[in-house]
Antibody
């Protein structure tokens, strides 16, 4: 089955760190760009970060630049998001998403169920 | 940054009716680089449309989309109860890719 499964979400205090993981299966992971998209409770969708198939390019939403780091391990079919200096506004369901690259950007054709990150004191 | 504005906020229709959802961009979306997603309650989003008008794999043909430049439309020709969801548009014209705020479709 083609799927991505997130893990690592938790309740943490502001300023702390968290590492999200995403395990991919059923497709050739190294052929695809991968992304994290988040959704705050009751809100819409927000692209957070993306990484190219060979890890030679990364991108971040402005509000997470310098705090979050995306990475991947193609040998392990895994995607990661290291989240440092967490803020209350980072509270959201974080989706691991497969990207279809088009002209350097692209759209998202496979979504996981998400992992919940809650930042609160 | 391209801002996408979706309207209406909520659409309440009966089964069998036609739903028309709008997505307007603050500046032109090049090459019709626009996608639509469906998100049912408690579920992850699902890709419906890419390239402004191409249906994704497995999407029923009652879903269609059109548009160019700054104005895009998603049409559900004959609503079914399972179409109750929030629908989002997303552009991939220039960084950063952004989503609209969503249109909620309610089935009476």
């Amino acid at each position: 089955e083609v799927q991505v499964v997130e893990s690592g979400g938790d309740l943490v205090q502001p300023g702390r760190s968290l590492r999200l993981s995403c395990a991919a299966s059923g497709f050739i992971f190294e052929d695809y760009a991968m992304h994290w998209v988040r959704q705050a409770p009751g809100k819409g969708l927000e692209w957070v970060s993306g990484i190219t198939s060979k890890s030679d390019g990364v991108g971040y939403w402005d509000s997470v630049k310098g705090r979050f780091t995306i990475s991947r391990d193609n040998a392990k079919n895994s995607l990661y998001l290291q989240m440092n200096s967490l803020r209350t506004e980072d509270t959201a369901l974080y989706y691991c998403v497969r990207g279809i690259a088009v002209a350097g950007l692209g759209y998202f054709d496979l979504w996981g169920r998400g992992t919940l990150v809650s930042v609160s004191s | 940054e391209i801002v996408l504005t979706q309207s209406p906020g909520t659409l309440s229709l009966s089964p069998g009716e036609r739903a028309t959802l709008s997505c307007r961009a603050s500046q032109s979306v090049r090459s019709n680089y626009l996608a639509w997603y469906q998100q049912k309650p408690g579920q992850a989003p699902r890709l419906l449309i890419y390239g402004a008008s191409s249906r994704a794999t497995g999407i029923p043909d009652r879903f269609s989309a059109s548009g160019s430049g700054t104005d895009f439309t998603l049409t559900i020709s004959r609503l079914e109860p399972e179409d109750s969801a929030v629908y989002y548009c997303q552009h991939y014209s220039s960084p950063p890719r952004t989503f609209g705020q969503g249109t909620k479709v309610e089935i009476k």
